[in-house]
């Protein structure tokens, strides 16, 4: 039942809807705080939303600075963060994310209706002011999901941008591996000319057999072939790298360093990482939030399955015969057909949708931790013994051979054979090298951008919920050595093929 209002009263209801009306606003940072603090919490690094020209020059100059010496990971992911410009494009959410929100606390506008009738003796002039009672009503409660749905955007936003971050620490791992595998194979492939001219001249003086000859010829065309597949896997993936920082122009004229980042040392001990994924991924508070607000939406349309449209209006008609008629009008509609049943269940079962999927994501999300985090610890190791073992014998292997071959204790079909297998343990470094770094990229991808901090991740004992990976056994080297050694290219006289 809606009762006549008085003057002042109804000035105060308008007053206080005004109010309500002024409280959403935009905010200055348009909700890019979350995510630039969280590229610096997690990342270390600057993310910007390039809006004006003067971001633009800011991130030009930046980008200059960077590319200016040879790149590093953590400058290849500050790169992409001011650059990439699909991730610029999702910063746009936010913005209307907020338009949303400010929307949602934003009374309706009132409606006028005016009409002017004619007839035999007279005319009639209605005046009509209306406005949606129900949308004021339900004001307070649509802002509030309006506003979880922009603190989920928030976090999905940051989320996309740690997205962002692993690819260029990934395409970078890619990169900067294929050209040292590129770089490599080049001298594999001079070491076989060298080997395959030897070959030849000692043909040509009796002192070879021919299969030797075609050994050594075989191994040469292989290594050619080898070389120009590692030089157009280099170009792929320095490409792709270039992509994923949004480089273009000059741009692309970056410098890379020779080799990959150095093994850590030893590998640190990380536990209870589920119950740290669970806290820190920023997808697992996305999906909360989006629970959280369904169920406040099944709320509103339990309120609402009745009630579709209520407007209240004031009324001024004038009419010649009879002057003026004041009043007002209440629209109601009646509940007659539709009950509001397939409302309520379609919302009861978006509900259910949005848990399950929640449940699912957290599933998910464990499992990623114990996947990446076996991945990492066997990637490890693998890296670990090639640096530590399968290089160093094999460079020992090299050096006594060269020793014996000047001592003329060895034939140069051994000394050809020794660089040979050289060659297949030095690229096998180089993958497991690599390997490693996209191994702890993912696990740092599943934990949610970042590593536990080392006061938690120092503890004792295996990671609860991790599954290890058991570590290759070997004796450590007495000695670190190069682990890159270049293939043999010690030049041999035709009359010293035999060891004599």
Not at 51 to 70: G, I, N, V
Not at 171 to 199: H, I, T
Not at 251 to 278: C, H, I, V
Request: charged share 20%.
């Amino acid at each position: 039942m809606i009762r006549y209002l008085a003057p002042s009263r109804v000035a105060s209801i308008a007053i206080a809807a005004i109010f309500l009306a002024g409280c959403t606003t935009f905010s200055k940072d348009g909700g890019f705080n979350a995510v630039s603090t969280t590229a610096s919490e997690r990342l270390g690094k600057d993310a910007l939303f390039v809006k004006t020209d003067e971001d633009r020059d800011a991130a030009f100059k930046r980008t200059q600075e960077l590319l200016s010496k040879p790149l590093s990971m953590d400058d290849a992911v500050q790169v992409a963060l001011l650059n990439n410009r699909g991730l610029q494009a999702s910063y746009g959410e936010l913005g209307i994310s907020e338009a949303y929100l400010v929307q949602a606390g934003r009374l309706p506008n009132p409606a006028f209706t005016f009409s002017r009738t004619h007839w035999s003796d007279g005319f009639g002039i209605s005046r009509t002011f209306s406005m949606g009672v129900l949308a004021v009503l339900t004001l307070p409660l649509a802002t509030r999901m309006e506003s979880r749905r922009f603190e989920q955007t928030k976090l999905e936003t940051a989320n996309a941008m740690l997205a962002t971050a692993a690819d260029a620490r990934k395409a970078y791992v890619n990169a900067v591996a294929a050209e040292q595998a590129a770089l490599y194979a080049a001298q594999v492939k001079d070491s076989a000319e060298a080997g395959a001219e030897l070959a030849l001249r000692m043909r040509q003086a009796g002192n070879f057999s021919k299969l030797d000859y075609a050994r050594e010829q075989a191994f040469y065309a292989e290594s050619a072939a080898q070389l120009a597949k590692a030089r157009q896997q280099s170009v792929m993936a320095r490409e792709k790298l270039t992509r994923t920082m949004g480089l273009w122009g000059s741009g692309t004229q970056y410098r890379l360093p020779e080799r990959l980042p150095d093994l850590p040392k030893d590998r640190p001990q990380l536990n209870d990482l589920e119950s740290f994924a669970m806290q820190n991924r920023l997808d697992i508070q996305a999906a909360k939030l989006k629970t959280q607000s369904v169920a406040t939406s099944l709320g509103l349309s339990k309120a609402t399955r009745f009630i579709n449209a209520l407007d209240v209006g004031y009324l001024d008609n004038f009419e010649t015969d009879k002057g003026h008629e004041r009043g007002y009008e209440i629209s109601v509609e009646i509940p007659i057909f539709d009950w509001g049943s397939a409302k309520v269940a379609r919302a009861e079962s978006i509900y259910m949708q949005s848990a399950n999927r929640l449940a699912q994501t957290a599933i998910d999300a464990r499992s990623e931790v114990r996947e990446s985090y076996s991945g990492y610890v066997t990637s490890y190791d693998v890296a670990k013994h090639y640096r530590d073992e399968v290089v160093p014998i094999r460079k020992t292997i090299s050096d006594e051979m060269l020793l014996r071959y000047n001592g003329m204790l060895a034939s140069v079909f051994e000394l050809l054979a020794d660089s040979r297998d050289q060659v297949a343990a030095v690229n096998g470094y180089i993958d497991a090298l690599k390997d490693y770094w996209l191994a702890e990229t993912d696990l740092q991808q599943s934990l949610g951008g970042r590593l536990p901090p080392l006061a938690m991740s120092q503890a004792p004992g295996a990671p609860h919920g991790a599954t290890s990976a058991p570590a290759m056994q070997a004796q450590p080297a007495a000695a670190q050595v190069s682990p890159l050694p270049a293939p043999a290219t010690q030049p041999v006289s035709p009359t010293n093929s035999e060891g004599k």
